[in-house]
């Protein structure tokens, strides 16, 4: 659709596009659809000049004759039967109006016409290349129809019937089909070329209707290059069916071809004549009076027949007019000619032979345009006058015309012509001034640095917001079973009676890791408090698993230690450089006394409890050790419970926060590698030798609790069995 828009408003000369939009708005403003079909659509689409329009609407073209006469249009001829009218425009626009119809033919030669709609009118058409149309109308301006595919024909150069019968119901296509062939150039398609000589040989000829005939008749006078179609006529034999006393012989073929290149000339000076009554004139040149009364007579439009008798006429008068003293001046000369009907100046110019006429038509086509190249084109664009603007069309032709009557000699007079038309000067850009390089360099660094602070303030608060999440975090008394890596399933222990299994510490880590964390705390307590004695599961370990569990944590090639390296990695734990002093790395958090107390130590089958004399019992100092590669749940078991917790003197008191007395505040739970982690009591004290080092991770909430450097221990009072959670 857009293409055909274009092609419209750019295909079409000025006064094509004038007629054209005259005849659309008439027929909206009576309510009809109305469409570009014919000749025309064919020639915008292979790309020929259009010469003849025709416009199809739905409903009686014939209803308007008068609009259309008050309008500026001529009726040069009328059809009432095939509703039909043969219009004139101003510029010599031919325009074709007609309803649209589909035609029947019960006999040869004899049409019936139905009024139906534009797709039948396009089906029942003579070739395809011609069945095509373009709305004209709102909403669909420009909508190509192509119901018989025309353009791939056309793509083709092909003439093809739309109807099989074509050449036997029409005869006139015959002779449509040998002017389109010399033409276009085209060929006729396989079949269509069968059934032509089929309809030749038959003399269906002889029933050729009237109104085509003189409408071939006359087309030949209108045609580009009529003397072509001429001879193409007569060799088909169609001339002497049409009009027998026209061949060529009677056209003066020298005179022809002067007048088109004249008329060439003319165009190119802006002047574009119609040369169809022109050629009339010399295609007939030879032809006796009487025959070419008799063929006037015969023509389809009176119009056009009116317009090629008054040639002669139309040229004397211009003549006077041309000699007149008004237009003596060059520039009233030069206008006069682009503003006189176009056919008078073709044939004034070809036929005249005074010398002044011819001097003047020597001056328009040859002297005078050599002016233009003295437009000051230069100094236009120096005084900011572009053809941007309004009215430069008409400026440019103003100074040409001074330019041919000898003015404006001079640059100053061209500019004092120019300066009322130069436009104000804009503006001056605004200049904005660029900092020093130094400058720049210096706040992007200092924004990259504040970039950098943001992000690491927004690492420090999801660092917050996941201790928070952690803390948050409650088991309950469900068991989770985490993981970490582990090839093979380790064997299953079985909990004592009354204690609670506690599957995640030894699916995290396995039973023989809790068994040496706990060799390794009771011997990081020997070394400078005297050992308890070892009885029961303890005294049988091996000598071994300190060193095992260290190589785990240090090899990552095996599935636990990829697991416990991954897991310190991520809490961003400390690892020491001797895999014998592991404690050393591992936070110890103090939880509240009252937890403390309250819950008696688990030994969970493999821990070992330390014994005492009966005579001291001492409440063991509470002791969370979080290990990166074990946690434990802080549940203790029902035989350790009924054991007291005995110590030795050197036990380190637990400074903290008074309870309310009605219940035990129970310790928050302390963050482990595992993220699940309760605190549990521990059986030792804290080495003097040895202290904790600091480890990111948080104390227990709600209120931690402060571990003094190894003061003397004091005798406590047996710890309360605390409130299971």
């Known amino acids: 659709m857009p293409d055909y828009i274009y092609l419209l408003e750019n295909r079409l000369s000025t006064v094509q596009q004038n007629a054209l939009r005259t005849v659309r708005d008439l027929a909206r403003e009576a309510q009809m659809t109305v469409f570009l079909t014919g000749d025309a659509v064919r020639d915008l689409t292979c790309g020929n000049p259009v010469r003849d329009l025709e416009v199809v609407v739905h409903g009686n073209a014939t209803s308007l004759k008068s609009s259309i006469s008050k309008a500026g249009g001529k009726l040069w001829g009328e059809d009432t039967h095939s509703r039909s009218l043969f219009l004139c425009f101003p510029g010599s626009v031919r325009l074709d109006l007609r309803s649209a119809r589909r035609a029947d033919y019960p006999k040869s030669g004899k049409a019936v016409y139905h009024w139906t709609s534009i797709q039948e009118d396009l089906r029942s058409r003579d070739f395809t290349v011609n069945a095509m149309a373009i709305s004209l109308n709102e909403g669909s301006y420009g909508l190509l129809m192509d119901p018989t595919n025309g353009v791939a024909d056309i793509e083709a150069r092909l003439l093809r019937l739309v109807t099989n019968y074509g050449f036997l119901d029409n005869p006139a296509l015959l002779i449509r089909a040998t002017r389109l062939k010399a033409r276009l150039g085209f060929e006729l398609e396989e079949r269509t070329q069968l059934r032509y000589e089929n309809a030749k040989n038959e003399d269906v000829i002889e029933h050729l209707p009237e109104l085509d005939r003189s409408r071939e008749l006359e087309q030949i006078g209108h045609e580009e290059e009529p003397l072509k179609i001429l001879h193409a006529h007569e060799a088909e034999g169609w001339m002497r069916h049409l009009f027998a006393p026209w061949t060529a012989a009677k056209a003066d073929v020298d005179k022809l071809t002067a007048l088109h290149d004249f008329s060439i000339e003319l165009q190119v000076q802006g002047v574009h004549p119609d040369v169809s009554a022109a050629q009339m004139q010399l295609l007939t040149a030879k032809m006796a009076p009487k025959d070419l009364a008799q063929l006037k007579k015969e023509l389809l439009r009176p119009g056009f027949v009116e317009e090629w008798n008054h040639l002669d006429a139309q040229a004397a008068e211009f003549a006077k007019v041309l000699l007149a003293k008004d237009n003596a001046s060059p520039s009233a000369t030069y206008t006069l000619f682009t503003n006189y009907a176009a056919e008078a100046v073709l044939w004034l110019g070809f036929t005249s032979k005074q010398a002044a006429i011819k001097e003047k038509y020597e001056n328009f086509l040859k002297v005078w345009p050599q002016a233009r190249q003295r437009v000051p084109y230069a100094l236009m664009a120096e005084m900011r006058i572009t053809q941007e603007l309004s009215g430069y069309a008409d400026l440019v032709k103003a100074i040409f015309l001074q330019l041919i009557d000898g003015k404006l000699t001079t640059t100053e007079e061209m500019r004092a012509l120019l300066e009322p038309h130069s436009p104000p000067a804009p503006p001056p850009?605004?200049?904005?001034?660029?900092?020093?390089?130094?400058?720049?360099?210096?706040?992007?660094?200092?924004?990259?640095?504040?970039?950098?602070?943001?992000?690491?303030?927004?690492?420090?608060?999801?660092?917050?917001?996941?201790?928070?999440?952690?803390?948050?975090?409650?088991?309950?008394?469900?068991?989770?079973?985490?993981?970490?890596?582990?090839?093979?399933?380790?064997?299953?222990?079985?909990?004592?009676?009354?204690?609670?299994?506690?599957?995640?510490?030894?699916?995290?880590?396995?039973?023989?890791?809790?068994?040496?964390?706990?060799?390794?705390?009771?011997?990081?307590?020997?070394?400078?408090?005297?050992?308890?004695?070892?009885?029961?599961?303890?005294?049988?370990?091996?000598?071994?698993?300190?060193?095992?569990?260290?190589?785990?944590?240090?090899?990552?090639?095996?599935?636990?230690?990829?697991?416990?390296?991954?897991?310190?990695?991520?809490?961003?734990?400390?690892?020491?450089s001797d895999p014998a002093n592991l404690d050393e790395a591992d936070p110890i958090l103090d939880v509240e006394e009252d937890e403390v107390s309250g819950r008696p130590a688990r030994s969970g089958g493999k821990h070992k409890a330390a014994k005492a004399p009966a005579a001291k019992k001492h409440a063991a100092p509470a002791k969370v050790t979080a290990k990166s590669a074990a946690p434990v749940k802080g549940k203790a078991s029902a035989k350790e419970a009924a054991k007291p917790a005995h110590r030795s003197a050197k036990t380190v008191p637990v400074k903290h926060k008074a309870a309310p007395a009605a219940k035990a505040a129970p310790a928050k739970v302390a963050k482990s590698a595992s993220k699940n982690v309760k605190a549990k009591p521990a059986h030792k004290a804290a080495p003097a030798a040895k202290p904790a080092k600091a480890h990111p991770l948080k104390a227990a909430k709600p209120a931690p609790a402060k571990t003094a450097k190894h003061p003397p221990a004091k005798a406590a009072k047996h710890p309360k069995p605390a409130k299971k959670r």
Do not use: M, Q
Not at 438 to 466: M, N
Not at 479 to 504: H, K, Q, S, Y
Not at 548 to 565: Q, Y
């Open 429 to 576: 850009p605004v200049v904005i001034k660029r900092t020093r390089a130094k400058k720049g360099a210096d706040a992007k660094a200092k924004a990259r640095l504040a970039d950098d602070e943001d992000e690491d303030s927004d690492d420090l608060g999801a660092d917050e917001d996941e201790d928070e999440d952690l803390d948050t975090l409650d088991l309950g008394s469900e068991d989770i079973d985490i993981t970490i890596g582990l090839d093979e399933e380790r064997p299953v222990l079985a909990a004592a009676e009354g204690e609670e299994d506690d599957v995640f510490a030894r699916d995290s880590v396995g039973d023989d890791d809790l068994d040496s964390e706990a060799d390794e705390d009771s011997d990081d307590a020997d070394d400078d408090d005297e050992p308890p004695p070892r009885g029961g599961k303890t005294g049988r370990k091996k000598a071994g698993k300190a060193t095992a569990r260290s190589e785990s944590r240090r090899d990552p090639s095996t599935a636990a230690g990829a697991g416990l390296k991954a897991l310190a990695l991520k809490l961003d734990l400390e690892e020491p």
